[in-house]
């Protein structure tokens, strides 16, 4: 017999109320409403935003319309899961995670870099990633050994690459240089070029000058050779001869550099892979996207991000199974695929998802992108974003390209500054 037309009614009330519910939970920031605690089927995901990443309303929706398309595919497999996500400055992680665990508020997952899990790690605010082997042995070796803590256990989970490339104005520059000496002749043409002071977008030029095993020698603390003194003062000199021309420009911080770009006064910058829908919004069909410049017979080695989850501490076991179980769903080829194709900014950490660059000159040049970096892996495990020597080499390079030091000192200074512990 078929329930009566007021049956109807509330079962229609009760839907309606479960999916505002279900929307309000995945909307709902991390620091707000405490009663979701009360909720048994929520996962708290704490996002870290890198300090080239403003956060700003439009960054909240670009992360709430991404993890509204992940869960919602989730949930065809763990039906009734929703989430919550709050977004924090990637450089603040680890107080802010440390207040919130003081408070009973710590996230099930952390969306952050993998230095940022090792820091997060060390300080006993997330657990180790259990992981099977035969599970591990889907991620590239190197990239794995970056996330691997002095106790050898894991601290997050490889998830996305993000990474560094070329942005050029297409409109103004028909090519992008493809090495060193092109980009210096682009600007000797009357092509005005721009480069960021901030360490971590300058280590792409150490790879192009064949300087690389020169600086991974410093960090360990070796003696260098003559040539491996001589290979670090090429780098240098590189740079500075760079600042010395009229129309290359070293900027204080990567954003300065981007809002010059944005506004037509740059025809090339270095750039991460995510801005590209900022700068794509602005510059239309005139953003071309490229590898960075390579040397003779030397790769380029931009410092690649390697975004990872970690699992907060003070999950419930229900909400650790949750946790875990979204974790992996996100690794597998289908899902990593979809968060390559539907973005376009980042690539997928599983080595075995085949990217379709051939559909794509964007993500062609960001897989070229990814085997330059592969080569800075060794120097990214050793030097963490922060490692406090980055000041002192920051204030170094600095002075290099202002003039106020030669390439020769310089370098001397900057293997004294490497070797040193931090």
Not at 364 to 379: E, P, T
Request: charged share 20%.
């Amino acid at each position: 017999m078929a329930p009566p037309p007021a049956a109807h009614k509330s079962q229609r009330r009760r839907d309606r109320l479960l999916s505002l519910l279900g929307g309000l939970a995945l909307l709902a920031p991390l620091g707000g409403c405490t009663l979701g605690r009360e909720w048994p089927n929520v996962v708290y995901v704490a996002i870290g935003a890198n300090k080239d990443q403003l956060i700003t309303a439009e960054l909240k929706e670009q992360f709430q319309d991404q993890l509204v398309k992940v869960g919602a595919r989730f949930r065809q497999i763990h039906p009734d899961t929703h989430f919550q996500f709050g977004i924090y400055p990637e450089d603040e992680m680890v107080e802010v995670m440390r207040r919130r665990s003081r408070s009973g508020l710590a996230p099930d997952l952390l969306l952050v870099n993998g230095d940022t899990a090792l820091r997060l790690r060390q300080a006993g605010l997330v657990d180790p990633f259990p992981i099977r082997k035969d599970q591990l042995a889907i991620f590239n070796e190197e990239e794995v050994r970056r996330l691997r803590s002095p106790d050898g256990q894991l601290a997050g989970l490889p998830l996305l690459v993000q990474t560094q490339l070329s942005c050029f104005n297409r409109q103004r520059l028909s090519e992008p240089p493809a090495t060193l000496q092109e980009l210096l002749n682009a600007s000797a043409n009357g092509h005005p070029m721009g480069l960021s002071l901030d360490v971590y977008y300058l280590f792409w030029i150490v790879g192009s000058t064949g300087a690389l095993p020169a600086m991974d020698q410093a960090v360990l603390g070796h003696s260098l050779n003559p040539a491996d003194r001589q290979a670090l003062t090429g780098w240098l000199a590189w740079m500075q001869n760079a600042s010395n021309q009229q129309r290359v420009t070293f900027f204080p911080d990567q954003p300065t550099a981007e809002a010059e770009f944005k506004a037509g006064r740059l025809d090339w910058i270095p750039c991460r892979s995510t801005v590209l829908p900022q700068l794509r919004r602005v510059m239309g069909s005139a953003l071309g996207v490229a590898p960075l410049p390579d040397g003779e017979g030397h790769l380029a080695s931009p410092i690649n991000r390697l975004r990872v989850l970690a699992l907060g501490r003070s999950s419930s076991a229900a909400g650790r199974r949750r946790a875990l179980a979204f974790s992996l769903y996100n690794v597998n080829p289908l899902t990593q695929r979809t968060l390559t194709l539907g973005s376009q900014t980042v690539l997928p950490a599983n080595r075995f998802v085949t990217v379709p660059v051939q559909s794509s000159q964007v993500l062609a040049a960001m897989v070229a992108a990814a085997n330059q970096g592969l080569q800075a892996n060794s120097l990214v495990t050793l030097v963490h974003t922060n490692d406090p020597r980055l000041p002192r080499v920051q204030t170094l390079l600095t002075e290099l390209v202002f003039g106020e030091s030669s390439p020769e000192g310089a370098s001397t200074e900057l293997i004294k500054i490497l070797q040193a512990r931090p």
